[in-house]
């Protein structure tokens, strides 16, 4: 017996809300980090989960903040600016907390690789694994490597595959968002190229317009 109209139409809505659904999480990735367009200032922190070293769950749950936050996003342990950027923030990363701030490092490393891909030493951040770049996607940072990029990434001996643990090829575009207790973004720096990093103390200086006070 054929399948009625209303049958058809169902169907065909079906398939129109996955093929949506595709696209909108194919368009959560930029096609480049110059065309990722990180969220602005005054925004709403979007929520998201992300993994600890030891595989549990760490959830943002903007509305319910009991501190402000300093979000720093960097692309792996594997990568030598990166190291080199959580190596200087080690100046900055004790005041922040002692000023109420919790400071959250998410990296592309799946949760085993978090500390043991780090090349810095004596780093005893609170590192989370974003390797599936969700947080990064609802930052607006997150972006695909393309045929090219991955391939010289590969000739560097970086295997996103083996290092994710995904076959995304995508990376975050090194960001810094501090975010204030209503969980408004109160402060933003991305920069496309990956080799220009913010140090400690421009960060320090726009913590302090978040939470002012004695230097």
């Not at 959580?86 to 978090?114: C, H, M, N, Q, Y």
Request: glycine letters at 6%; a neutral charge; charged letters at 20%.
């Amino acid at each position: 017996m054929p399948a009625s109209p209303s049958a058809y139409y169902l169907a065909w809505l079906l398939l129109s809300a996955a093929g949506l659904a595709a696209d909108k999480a194919h368009a959560a990735f930029a096609p480049s980090a110059s065309a990722a367009v990180p969220l602005e200032v005054g925004e709403r922190a979007p929520d998201f989960a992300a993994l600890r070293a030891d595989g549990t769950q760490y959830v943002f749950d903007s509305a319910h903040l009991q501190h402000p936050y300093v979000l720093i996003f960097y692309r792996g342990g594997w990568c030598p600016y990166c190291n080199a950027q959580l190596a200087d923030l080690r100046k900055v990363e004790p005041k922040l907390r002692a000023k109420g701030f919790e400071v959250i490092f998410l990296s592309t490393d799946r949760p085993a690789l978090l500390y043991t891909s780090l090349k810095a030493e004596n780093i005893h951040y609170t590192l989370l694994s974003d390797s599936e770049l969700r947080a990064a996607q609802a930052f607006h940072i997150a972006y695909h490597l393309t045929d090219k990029e991955y391939s010289e990434e590969l000739k560097w001996g970086v295997d996103l595959e083996k290092t994710t643990g995904t076959t995304n090829h995508a990376l975050p575009v090194p960001s810094v968002f501090i975010i204030d207790r209503s969980g408004a973004i109160r402060f933003r720096y991305s920069n496309p190229d990956f080799r220009v990093r913010l140090g400690a103390d421009p960060l320090w200086k726009a913590a302090l317009q978040v939470v002012p006070g004695p230097d």
